[in-house]
């Protein structure tokens, strides 16, 4: 099993549509990151959380530690939210990440 | 925000030639940069943590002899893909360790894409 878990694996939305992606975690962690991944390669950090909740346009993630669980909302989703959104944690002690597998978001026009 | 650069983005070398890729934090300094390895529609592996004047410490099953890296400077660190072979080919992100505003956090490079015929 891994360390981190995303759901849903993929997610076909229409334009506009409220998005959620989840990501569970089974270890103690110090931070938890919110990555985009567009389809050219790069990656993007969108979030880093170690509690509560963060706002960036219309991204929002939340993470509730004592559930081990963050969530990834988009508002009014676009066509160039299309991505693939990757959850990943530093473990308490660590210094280098663990990746959860990704949710691949396609939102038709 | 930080910047970390990759160079070259795509690369497409012969199999049994040695091909190295850079990573540079633009904009700050990094003492701890990492290497991954992504092979398509899969997440990162992480390859190996490089801290700046010392060896590499490599995850279990990469052979440190194969993906060379170096860390030569607070603000460059390469990997160098030995006697390369096809099944080498894969996608190689790095990504630099900072600390902002008290936290620590890494910033990524936007990735190599390797290919060996």
């Known amino acids: 099993k891994n360390e981190v878990e995303q759901s849903p694996q993929n997610l076909t939305a229409q334009e506009g549509e409220f998005i959620t992606i989840n990501c569970s975690y089974s270890v103690g962690i110090s931070a938890l990151h919110w990555l985009q991944q567009h389809p050219g390669g790069g990656i993007v950090s969108l979030f880093m959380?170690?509690?509560g909740k963060k706002k960036h346009g219309r991204l929002i993630a939340t993470i509730n530690i004592q559930e081990k669980h963050s969530s990834l909302h988009i508002t009014a989703s676009h066509p160039r939210d299309s991505a693939v959104y990757i959850c990943a944690v530093r473990r308490t002690g660590a210094n280098n990440l663990f990746f959860g597998t990704g949710t691949r978001l396609t939102v038709i026009p | 925000g930080a910047v970390v650069s990759q160079h070259p983005s795509r690369v497409i070398c012969k199999s049994g030639t040695s091909v190295k890729i850079e990573c540079r934090s633009l904009?700050?300094?990094?003492?701890?940069m990492f290497w991954y390895r992504q092979f398509p529609k899969k997440s990162l592996m992480l390859m190996a943590t490089s801290n700046e004047g010392s060896k590499a410490t490599y995850e279990q099953g990469v052979e440190k002899d194969k993906f060379l890296i170096n860390h030569a400077s607070l603000t460059l660190s390469t990997l160098t893909v030995t006697s390369a072979h096809p099944e080498d080919s894969s996608f190689y992100i790095c990504?630099?360790?900072?600390?902002?505003?008290?936290?620590?956090?890494?910033?990524f490079g936007p990735g190599t894409r390797l290919t060996v015929l």
């Open positions: 904009d700050f300094q990094a003492t701890t």
């Open positions: 959380l170690s509690s």
């Open positions: 990504s630099a360790g900072a600390r902002t505003s008290g936290t620590d956090t890494q910033y």
